[in-house]
């Protein structure tokens, strides 16, 4: 066995990693065979950028410790950064899978650059406090994504915030052959899909590679110091509100890559796809999965995305049964008497503890 394997949790990270590149290759063979409903396979972009939102997001809740609830204007500013970004280098750069890698890179730094600015008042909060403030930020980005108005022509990008409401389109002044490719409150629309499921199984493996090496590293050990006890950690000199940021901008660059992923699979996108909700329903993946537990945030965003399509079929009822799953889920995962039950089947079981520096 070669020696970096001979370490349990490295072990335990490729183990990770093989499981799933195993589930890519599986639905790959399924959607070729068509296997796989349309419906389904329309959802598996999505798929792929929940699951990266969940991973980026469970690194700041279950392994910094911190609550976020603004984390869908993070994935909105990546989002339609790399719209514009894939849309206006239509011409300059004809590849598909090149314009889709330079926006998810827009959409990771521009997100990485919001998630910094935010972060510099927010991390000196902690609890409720940050959990509240961080809802603040969330809705107010989306508010700003929501007043621009963005336009591509031969002389390059003109860009309108349109403040007051009175501003449209036409007052870009985009010359002839110009394109609209944000419209305020309308958002982005008529844009070319450039996202595929691979682009998306890549971007979910970056994800892992990132957050589970950064969470061995030094830098990761001091972030599950800060989490476990913030005053032991800064009385031997580390700094809380530096190693916080490194998990919060990580994070919504990460995040901005989803969005960006998420914004190029659809021709029309509204800001109010990232909305409130849009951020609880991650935080939901995290929870339900786990606490630092990335396998489970990789399972649950899968299955809770899927569930509500599948369950269309009941048309009025599906949403209540959508909810009667996750209540179900829920005491499941928190009963003593199904957790005993597990921990005589299962013929080792690791406390919540070593689960999260584990599994993160």
Same mark, same amino acid.
């Given at each position: 066995m070669p020696n970096f394997l001979k370490n349990k949790k490295t072990r335990?990270?490729? /183990? %990770? +990693?093989?499981?799933?590149v195993l589930a890519f290759v599986a639905v790959s063979l399924m959607q070729a065979n068509h296997m796989i409903p349309r419906m389904i396979v329309g959802q598996l972009v999505p798929i792929c950028a929940y699951i990266v939102m969940a991973i980026s997001l469970n690194l700041v809740v279950?392994?910094?410790?911190?609550?976020? @609830?603004?984390?869908?204007?993070?994935?909105?500013?990546? #989002? +339609?950064? =790399? *719209?514009?970004?894939?849309?206006? !280098?239509?011409?300059?750069?004809?590849?598909?899978?090149?314009?889709?890698?330079?926006?998810?890179?827009?959409g990771a730094?521009?997100?990485?650059?919001?998630?910094?600015?935010? =972060?510099?008042p927010v991390l000196r909060l902690s609890g409720d406090y940050l959990a509240i403030v961080t809802l603040a930020f969330g809705e107010i980005i989306k508010e700003i994504v929501t007043c621009l108005i963005v336009?591509?022509?031969?002389?390059? !990008?003109?860009?309108?915030?349109?403040?007051?409401?009175?501003?449209?389109?036409?007052?870009?002044? $985009?010359?002839?052959?110009?394109? &609209?490719?944000?419209?305020? &409150?309308?958002?982005?629309?008529?844009?070319?899909?450039?996202?595929?499921f691979f682009a998306g199984f890549l971007l979910v493996m970056v994800a892992l590679v990132i957050v589970l090496n950064l969470v061995r590293s030094r830098a990761g050990r001091a972030i599950l110091a800060v989490r476990d006890n913030r005053i032991a950690a800064e009385s031997v000199g580390i700094s809380t509100t530096k190693y916080r940021m490194i998990a919060f901008v990580v994070s919504a660059a990460l995040a901005g890559a989803a969005g960006a992923l998420f914004g190029n =699979?659809?021709?029309? @996108?509204?800001? %109010?796809?990232?909305?409130?909700?849009?951020?609880?329903?991650?935080?939901?993946?995290? /929870? @339900?999965?786990?606490?630092?537990?990335?396998?489970?945030?990789?399972?649950? &965003?899968?299955?809770?995305?899927?569930?509500?399509?599948?369950?269309?079929?009941?048309?009025? +009822?599906?949403?209540?049964? +959508? #909810? *009667?799953? $996750?209540? @179900?889920?829920?005491?499941?995962?928190?009963?003593? %008497? *199904?957790?005993?039950f597990v921990a005589r089947v299962l013929p080792r079981r690791r406390s919540n503890e070593e689960e999260v520096s584990a599994d993160a």
């Open positions: 335990r990270d490729f /183990v %990770t +990693y093989g499981l799933v279950g392994v910094a410790g911190d609550l976020s @609830l603004g984390h869908a204007g993070f994935m909105s500013v990546g #989002a +339609y950064t =790399g *719209i514009v970004a894939a849309t206006s !280098l239509a011409e300059a750069v004809p590849n598909d899978a090149v314009r889709l890698v330079i926006a998810l890179l827009a730094a521009s997100a990485a650059l919001a998630g910094f600015l935010v =972060g510099i336009g591509v022509d031969e002389r390059g !990008l003109h860009v309108l915030f349109n403040l007051t409401g009175k501003l449209t389109v036409d007052d870009l002044g $985009l010359a002839e052959g110009g394109a &609209a490719i944000i419209k305020g &409150a309308q958002g982005a629309s008529g844009t070319e899909t450039i996202s595929t =699979g659809f021709s029309q @996108l509204s800001a %109010t796809k990232f909305d409130f909700n849009t951020s609880i329903l991650i935080l939901v993946f995290v /929870v @339900l999965g786990g606490l630092g537990n990335m396998r489970g945030s990789i399972v649950a &965003a899968t299955v809770l995305t899927i569930l509500p399509e599948a369950l269309r079929q009941f048309s009025d +009822y599906r949403m209540l049964v +959508y #909810a *009667i799953v $996750l209540i @179900l889920v829920m005491i499941c995962s928190n009963n003593p %008497t *199904i957790k005993g």
